[in-house]
């Protein structure tokens, strides 16, 4: 008899993938765990913890996780893609209406402002103008999913700081559409063939067709959102399955994501304007009820990604340069939101938090960096410089804001701030079973787990 053919899937190599994977998903969900009760502990914010928990077990730390940090990274930057999916559903227009001074104003005065300070920099150091414009315009980005996070650990999320901070983000999140357009036709010579992290079939078009393949894909969600995505959710609640309208609305964040990156765009960009696109449809809601859980654990990985991605072998190397690009990105940023605060009247120490909250890179920086190598507008030196300032400065965020809790916001209040509370009934979202029973005590109920019901009063215990 003849040997039975051993299957692919059972393969000495598929196994060890296999375990691979079951290995490094274990270590990263023991990170988080044992990680963020010690940040709570100490004082200090879950995303700081996660970045710190990523930096001891990437690659250059420990080497736990991954081989270059990137592997991680492809995984969690589905977590950015479903947080984004979920800001783009919150955006109502009315919200948009009340937001538009605030909007065009400071989010235009901040990108513009921040874009001419870094791009002149650039110049100075050597840059030509097409690369000095593409440096000033990426890092003029700030991280969306650092900031609201943060803000909304302390409960300053709906603070006046916290809401123009929302605003800024939301345009910077929009300009990213017209940035991918314009570096096609920045490239200063043919597009690098072995391509970068989103690139697609348009990476060996022309820089005018691969922006008219841009508009063209943003017009394809905007319009199959409202014309194709409604009907099928429609036929899909008729069936009254909660579990298959959390497969249909997984699906459709998936599906969205891959046809961007199909095109050599970004996911997270597709997803966001999708969800922009359902924010005034009668699922809004159950989208994000069905969506929100899964952003919690992905974003979670997405910042251990952060810290697991930042080369130290390159920061050692270059220490000095890459501390100065960091002091100074996080500096020019800071005096650039300071100004735009002063001029739309802040408090000051609203603006503090403003400026301070928004002074790193994004999470679109470095989906931005390798579409501007890959279209040959930065070289793989330079880029390599640009992530790791990146990966610092957003690292170095969460810090700031401790800085701002405990130091500088008690001196210039002259008072300590009361964290606002985000929980229904004394909310014991996280196993905060002293809660529960002080709730019960007083005949309340809750449970550990209990979720806010919409629409329902907050802030039961401050």
Same mark, same amino acid.
């Given at each position: 008899?003849?040997?039975?053919?051993?299957?692919?899937?059972?393969?000495?190599?598929?196994?060890?993938?296999?375990?691979?994977?079951?290995?490094?998903?274990?270590?990263?969900?023991?990170? $988080?765990?044992?990680?963020?009760?010690?940040?709570?502990?100490?004082?200090? @914010?879950?995303?700081?913890?996660?970045?710190?928990?990523?930096?001891?077990?990437?690659?250059?730390?420990?080497?736990?996780?991954?081989?270059?940090?990137?592997?991680?990274? /492809?995984?969690?930057?589905?977590?950015?893609?479903?947080?984004?999916?979920?800001? @783009?559903?919150?955006?109502?227009?009315?919200?948009?209406?009340?937001?538009?001074?605030?909007?065009?104003?400071?989010?235009?005065?901040?990108?513009?402002?921040?874009?001419?300070? #870094?791009?002149?920099?650039?110049?100075?150091?050597?840059?030509?103008?097409?690369?000095?414009?593409?440096?000033?315009?990426?890092?003029?980005?700030?991280?969306?999913?650092?900031?609201?996070?943060?803000?909304? %650990?302390?409960?300053?999320?709906?603070?006046?700081?916290?809401?123009?901070?929302?605003?800024?983000?939301?345009?910077?999140?929009?300009?990213?559409?017209?940035?991918?357009?314009? +570096?096609?036709?920045?490239?200063?010579?043919?597009? $690098?063939?072995?391509?970068?992290? /989103?690139?697609?079939?348009?990476?060996?078009? /022309?820089?005018?067709?691969?922006?008219?393949?841009?508009?063209?894909?943003?017009?394809?969600?905007?319009?199959?959102?409202?014309?194709?995505?409604?009907?099928?959710?429609?036929?899909?609640?008729?069936?009254? !399955?909660?579990?298959?309208?959390?497969?249909?609305?997984?699906?459709?964040?998936?599906?969205?994501?891959?046809?961007?990156?199909?095109?050599? +765009?970004?996911?997270?960009?597709?997803?966001?304007?999708?969800? #922009?696109? +359902?924010?005034?449809?009668?699922?809004?809601?159950?989208?994000?009820?069905?969506?929100?859980?899964?952003?919690?654990?992905? +974003?979670?990985?997405?910042?251990?990604?952060?810290?697991?991605? #930042?080369?130290?072998?390159?920061?050692?190397?270059?220490?000095?340069?890459? @501390?100065?690009?960091?002091?100074?990105?996080?500096?020019?940023?800071?005096?650039?939101?300071?100004?735009?605060?002063?001029?739309?009247?802040?408090?000051?120490?609203?603006?503090?938090?403003?400026?301070?909250?928004? $002074?790193?890179?994004? %999470?679109?920086?470095?989906?931005?960096?390798?579409?501007?190598?890959?279209?040959?507008?930065?070289?793989?030196?330079?880029?390599?410089?640009?992530?790791?300032? #990146?990966?610092?400065?957003?690292?170095?965020?969460?810090?700031?804001? !401790?800085?701002?809790?405990?130091?500088?916001?008690?001196?210039?209040?002259?008072?300590?701030?009361?964290?606002?509370?985000?929980?229904?009934?004394?909310?014991?979202? /996280?196993?905060?079973?002293?809660?529960?029973?002080?709730?019960?005590?007083?005949?309340?109920?809750?449970?550990?787990?209990?979720?806010?019901?919409?629409?329902?009063?907050?802030?039961?215990?401050?």
């Amino acid at each position: 008899m003849k040997p039975r053919a051993t299957s692919p899937c059972c393969s000495d190599s598929g196994t060890e993938r296999i375990s691979d994977v079951f290995f490094q998903t274990f270590v990263n969900l023991a990170a $988080a765990v044992i990680a963020i009760p010690i940040a709570k502990r100490l004082g200090l @914010g879950s995303v700081l913890d996660y970045l710190l928990a990523g930096v001891a077990t990437g690659p250059f730390a420990f080497g736990l996780i991954g081989r270059d940090g990137q592997d991680l990274m /492809h995984f969690a930057e589905f977590g950015v893609v479903m947080m984004l999916f979920l800001v @783009g559903l919150e955006l109502e227009l009315s919200k948009l209406w009340s937001l538009r001074t605030v909007l065009l104003g400071m989010g235009g005065l901040q990108l513009l402002g921040t874009a001419a300070v #870094v791009g002149s920099v650039a110049l100075l150091f050597g840059q030509g103008w097409q690369s000095a414009l593409t440096i000033g315009l990426i890092l003029a980005l700030s991280s969306t999913a650092i900031v609201l996070q943060s803000l909304q %650990e302390k409960g300053l999320l709906e603070s006046p700081a916290g809401e123009r901070a929302f605003a800024v983000l939301l345009f910077q999140d929009l300009a990213v559409i017209p940035m991918l357009a314009l +570096l096609p036709l920045l490239a200063t010579g043919a597009p $690098a063939s072995e391509g970068g992290d /989103h690139a697609g079939f348009t990476a060996s078009l /022309h820089g005018w067709a691969q922006a008219l393949v841009t508009l063209a894909a943003v017009a394809l969600v905007i319009l199959s959102g409202r014309y194709v995505v409604r009907p099928a959710l429609r036929t899909i609640a008729r069936t009254r !399955l909660r579990e298959l309208f959390t497969a249909a609305s997984l699906l459709l964040v998936i599906g969205i994501a891959l046809l961007m990156q199909t095109v050599g +765009l970004s996911p997270a960009l597709g997803t966001f304007l999708a969800g #922009v696109v +359902l924010a005034d449809s009668e699922f809004r809601h159950e989208l994000m009820s069905d969506l929100e859980p899964f952003k919690g654990l992905l +974003l979670g990985l997405f910042f251990l990604a952060v810290g697991a991605s #930042v080369d130290f072998a390159l920061v050692a190397a270059n220490g000095l340069a890459v @501390g100065g690009l960091v002091i100074g990105l996080v500096l020019a940023k800071v005096l650039v939101l300071a100004a735009v605060a002063l001029l739309f009247r802040q408090r000051r120490a609203e603006g503090l938090l403003f400026s301070l909250a928004l $002074a790193q890179g994004g %999470e679109f920086c470095f989906v931005l960096l390798s579409y501007a190598s890959q279209q040959n507008i930065l070289n793989a030196a330079t880029r390599g410089m640009l992530v790791a300032t #990146v990966a610092l400065a957003m690292a170095l965020t969460p810090a700031l804001l !401790l800085l701002y809790e405990k130091v500088l916001q008690p001196r210039l209040t002259g008072r300590r701030s009361r964290r606002r509370r985000t929980r229904c009934g004394g909310g014991a979202r /996280h196993g905060d079973s002293r809660r529960v029973r002080t709730v019960r005590e007083y005949g309340g109920k809750a449970a550990a787990g209990q979720r806010c019901a919409p629409g329902r009063a907050r802030g039961v215990l401050q």
